[in-house]
């Protein structure tokens, strides 16, 4: 299957700050990314669906304003977190389409953060 | 009405049991079906993938789809260790527009 990275894996952080998650196809291009939040035994919400070129469609419930997302290039989308708070602290997990007859999502390994 | 639902578990089976995981799902418009193996703190990694009814196999795995009952499900044979894992289920209409998973089953393969 085709390869999706994410950076950084796990991050810390104080509540306030803003943190930034990338999202990487590696050997595909992607037009179609999604950012889902995981909570402990619980199952992936989606977020938010990021199209390249163009603004992110949020899920109700999403704040905008605090999950900021952007879709820069065909390989890479972006997710900002800003002023976390304890609160935010979660499983983010990224995934991208690739085009094709079986319209595959490939998922990223996720990055843990978590707000102090 | 979620548009997935899934049993939570955890299932315990022994070494080499046939393990069947279920899922439920709510809307008939609903033509891909998937289903994703998660390792503790990782991301999900497709195991499966069936597009309307029937069954499709994969070695040890086999994913079976009713679209009149609105059913789907993943037979594993000869269970290993290895196959512990989360199962999510996902559903996703004929545009792959969004993906809707169920909440993942938590199996446990004992040696």
């Known amino acids: 299957g085709a390869v999706v990275s994410q950076h950084p894996s796990r991050v810390i952080c104080k509540s306030g700050t803003s943190v930034k998650i990338e999202c990487r196809s590696l050997?595909?291009?992607?037009?179609?990314m999604f950012w889902y939040r995981q909570f402990p035994k619980q199952s992936l919400m989606l977020m938010a669906t990021?199209?390249?070129?163009?603004?992110?469609?949020?899920e109700q419930g999403v704040e905008k304003d605090k999950f900021l997302i952007n879709h820069a290039s065909l390989t890479l989308s972006t997710l900002t977190v800003t002023s976390a708070h304890p609160e935010d602290s979660s499983f983010y997990i990224c995934?991208?389409?690739?085009?094709?007859?079986?319209?595959?999502?490939?998922f990223g390994p996720g990055t843990r953060l978590t707000v102090l | 009405q979620k548009e997935v639902e899934q049993d939570p578990g955890p299932l315990s089976v022994p070494e080499g049991a046939i393990v069947s995981l279920n899922c439920t799902y709510s809307?008939?418009?609903?033509?891909?079906f998937m289903w994703y193996r998660q390792y503790s703190r990782k991301g999900p990694e497709l195991l499966m993938y069936?597009?309307?009814?029937g069954n499709k196999e994969d070695g040890r795995f086999t994913a079976q789809v009713d679209k009149s009952s609105k059913y789907i499900s993943l037979f594993i044979r000869d269970s290993q260790p290895s196959d512990s894992a989360t199962y999510l289920c996902?559903?996703?209409?004929?545009?792959?527009?969004?993906?809707?998973f169920g909440s993942g089953t938590k199996l446990n393969v004992k040696p």
């Open positions: 050997d595909f291009q992607a037009t179609t």
């Open positions: 990021s199209n390249e070129g163009s603004k992110a469609t949020y």
């Open positions: 996902a559903v996703a209409p004929y545009n792959f527009n969004k993906f809707y």
């Open positions: 069936t597009y309307s009814s």
């Open positions: 809307n008939s418009a609903f033509q891909y």
């Open positions: 995934s991208a389409k690739r085009e094709g007859p079986l319209n595959e999502q490939f």
